[in-house]
């Protein structure tokens, strides 16, 4: 668990990870290529270290170095993906799409729901089919294959009912080795998207439109090795910029990319803080009064609902009504009760949150629902008046690489205390 003592003013600098949602989708592209396949500035977290795991049991042979991954998967068997370490990951359900690209057939099994919601694969699946794969299930267990006297999978025009951030990924991974041309219409935006699209284009894939609403893929016969620099984590910058603003601090955020933050600085700035550029990919967050918005979580270009729970902390102290609306999963909004017992003063209506800020919050024993909520109320615990105890830290880790080091080194009295059995 942790401990933080809070009302502790930060200063200085913090330097970002690379993106957790990016590295574990390429970490999943780079079973298209056959060589070898060198990933950098991966984050070093618990869900890359089961992506790892999940690999290896495929049989790839990965080499981890730093923040730095040597794959090589030469040798995969498509059908033996661990049912235990997928069900724990969604996001090595994308693999997928490269697995039967690349192989013609795949067996994984179906991604547990989780915390935030059922997190159903039903896009993924009608995409594949539209491709020409046959796609059933199993005993929990997804079995797809080309069919007839195809050997690959086929191009096809994909219209997403939403705009799916995996399903796309999963999609554009599978079309890079079709035959024939795929459209993806309605497809998610997200940097991630971008990186991925990047990612497998510098492999030798022919892709157009990404970070659009419509993506075009042109397979080709293979891809080959690729040395890749993951982008750096949007979220997680967000975060520590939240962490400047609720403590009242001016701190600044290093190696980051500025456009990718735009609705969170917007928001930043509604509330009433500054966010200034500063030299080499830094941000500086100038605090200002907080004052009450509103918020809708939307994809990408909207505001992302990876950040909906540490806005609420800190619109949990400022001052006014701020309505959080949540449009992307059906039950995230989990860290209410816990933001509730350190006097937060919040009531859900269906998939809205309405807030009336507080002067402060108290310290309070409190415990992590998901990965974002857990880093919601470490921030709240920053701002909050005596000491704070957050348990679930599985969830934390899962997402922050170091986050209590990265907030020490600002000035948080904050630390890890492992838990007595
Ligand atoms: C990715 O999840 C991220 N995870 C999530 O980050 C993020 O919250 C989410 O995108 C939205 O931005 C990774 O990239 C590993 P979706 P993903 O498919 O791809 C529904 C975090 O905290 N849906 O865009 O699973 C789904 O149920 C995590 O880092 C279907 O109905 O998100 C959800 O309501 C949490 N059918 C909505 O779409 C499908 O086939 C958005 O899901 C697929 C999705």
């Known amino acids: 668990m942790l401990e933080i003592w809070g009302r502790n003013p930060l200063q200085g600098k913090v ?20 060589e070898d396949c060198r990933l950098s500035n991966v984050p070093d977290l618990v869900d890359i270290r089961r992506m790892i795991q999940i690999l290896t049991a495929l049989g790839a042979k990965i080499s981890k170095t730093g923040n730095t991954l040597d794959i090589n998967v030469r040798e995969i068997n498509p059908t033996q993906a661990p049912y235990d370490l997928v069900s724990q990951l969604r996001a090595s359900f994308f693999a997928i799409g490269a697995l039967l690209a690349r192989f013609g057939v795949v067996r994984i099994p179906l991604p547990g729901g989780c915390a935030i919601g059922a997190r159903p694969v039903e896009l993924h699946v009608k995409g594949l089919q539209a491709m020409g794969a046959k796609v059933f299930i199993d005993s929990g267990i997804v079995h797809a294959h080309v069919q007839g006297n195809k050997s690959r999978l086929q191009g096809a025009k994909i219209y997403l009912d939403y705009p799916s951030v995996g399903a796309t990924e999963t999609l554009i991974m599978a079309a890079t080795l079709a035959e024939g041309e795929t459209i993806i219409e309605n497809a998610a935006q997200e940097p991630e998207i971008v990186d991925l699209a990047n990612f497998c284009c510098a492999m030798g894939a022919k892709i157009r439109g990404a970070g659009t609403n419509q993506v075009i893929i042109s397979g080709v016969e293979s891809l080959h090795s690729v040395d890749y620099p ?52 830094c941000l500086k967050l100038i ?125 948080a009295k904050i630390q890890r205390i492992n838990q007595k059995i």
Do not use: W
Not at 297 to 320: C, I, K, N, R, W
């Open 230 to 281: 993951v982008i750096s984590d949007r979220i997680e910058a967000g975060t520590f910029l939240v962490a400047g603003a609720i403590t009242h601090s001016e701190i600044s955020v290093c190696s980051v990319v500025p456009e990718h933050l735009v609705p969170v600085i917007a928001k930043l700035e509604a509330i009433g803080c500054q966010v200034v550029a500063e030299s080499n990919n």
């Open 15 to 34: 330097e970002i990870s690379g993106a957790k949602n990016s590295a574990l989708v390429l970490m999943a592209g780079s079973l298209l290529c056959p």
């Open 287 to 411: 605090p200002g009064e907080l004052k009450a918005t509103d918020i809708e979580t939307l994809p990408y270009p909207g505001f992302p609902t990876d950040m909906q729970a540490q806005f609420m902390a800190l619109l949990s102290v400022s001052e006014g009504h701020s309505l959080i609306t949540e449009t992307v999963f059906e039950n995230r909004l989990r860290h209410v009760a816990e933001l509730q017992r350190m006097g937060a003063n919040i009531r859900v209506k269906g998939n809205h949150a309405m807030i009336q800020g507080v002067p402060a919050l108290s310290g309070a024993p409190v415990m992590a629902t998901d990965l974002r909520a857990s880093a919601a109320l470490v921030l709240a615990g920053l701002a909050a008046q005596g000491k704070t105890i957050v348990r679930g830290l599985h969830h934390l880790d899962r997402g922050y690489e170091n986050l209590e080091a990265k907030l020490r080194g600002l000035g």
